[in-house]
């Protein structure tokens, strides 16, 4: 296919945004810059912030969309019927999902091409809200992104695409994230081309399961996730530190020589050789390099 064409096919596939967060904004603007008509932009209502919850913000997705004057929905509920009309009434050929919250099958079934999402890890492992955290808590040295369909079961359609990254034993979330939120972008864009020139070739994630009980999940951070137990090995504090970093970030309690308790989040870390002391023999201590009261 020349450019002419493809700009073309571009121009007349109708696609419908769905996301939230920053890391979804590099995949809108992707799209955009790309020349693909999008026919509008389903984000999150707006949160009341600051003190008295007086004021309200608007998601990263949102604030992207006005600026390039493209059509936005923010409904409360992803089932509501003058929603599910509106939505109708853009007559999307394919939605893709980065970042959002999960669709009930009566949105991810509308398009006649169907409905994609971009995902922060290889799937099928790291299924859940948080892969790119845990991915590195649990100590990954190769970690990625991959598109998929939606179907009825969180995470489990049928995979498009993936693309690796390397993970160093220094990189922190936040690193990772931003690392994958190019990439991301980027295959984002291959899929719409390949599914637009019909050159998809789908792999079911039930080939790519030997045993379930080898799948690692990716479950939302709690604040208990974010404690550290210091009965764990170095490596297991190092990687949840630098897992959580710079956001929601690990957390400890420190006591005072005055006997005061301070809870402090711990943004980075150092590991050190084991100290060989009568009263330590056998134990690893950490270096804090950022540490900062709660």
Not at 181 to 206: C, E, F, P, R
């Amino acid at each position: 296919m020349n450019n002419s064409i493809e700009q073309t096919a571009n121009k007349s596939l109708r696609i419908v945004f769905m996301g939230t967060p920053e890391f979804a904004v590099e995949s809108l603007r992707a799209l955009v810059e790309n020349g693909y008509h999008v026919a509008g932009v389903v984000t999150i209502p707006d949160k009341p912030v600051g003190k008295h919850h007086s004021v309200l913000q608007a998601s990263p997705v949102k604030e992207y969309a006005l600026s390039q004057n493209l059509p936005l929905l923010q409904p409360e509920k992803l089932k509501d019927v003058d929603f599910l009309e509106r939505l109708r009434a853009w007559n999307a050929d394919l939605q893709v999902v980065v970042a959002f919250r999960m669709l009930p099958e009566a949105v991810w079934n509308m398009p006649r091409l169907g409905t994609f999402n971009l995902h922060a890890s290889l799937l099928p492992q790291y299924r859940g809200a948080a892969p790119i955290q845990w991915a590195i808590i649990n100590g990954e040295k190769e970690t990625g992104v991959t598109t998929f369909f939606l179907t009825h079961t969180i995470d489990t359609g049928k995979i498009i695409a993936q693309e690796r990254i390397l993970v160093a034993p220094t990189d922190t979330a936040g690193i990772v994230h931003d690392r994958l939120m190019h990439l991301g972008a980027q295959l984002v864009i291959k899929t719409v081309d390949a599914i637009v020139n019909g050159q998809i070739h789908l792999i079911d994630q039930k080939t790519l399961v030997v045993n379930e009980n080898d799948l690692k999940p990716a479950p939302k951070i709690s604040t208990e996730t974010c404690a550290i137990d210091w009965n764990k090995t170095t490596e297991e504090i190092y990687n949840q530190i630098r897992g959580l970093s710079p956001y929601p970030t690990a957390w400890t309690v420190l006591q005072t020589n005055k006997g005061e308790l301070i809870h402090c989040k711990i943004f980075e870390s150092e590991k050190h050789s084991a100290i060989r002391e009568k009263t330590h023999a056998g134990r690893r201590f950490f270096a804090w390099k950022l540490a900062t009261p709660v």
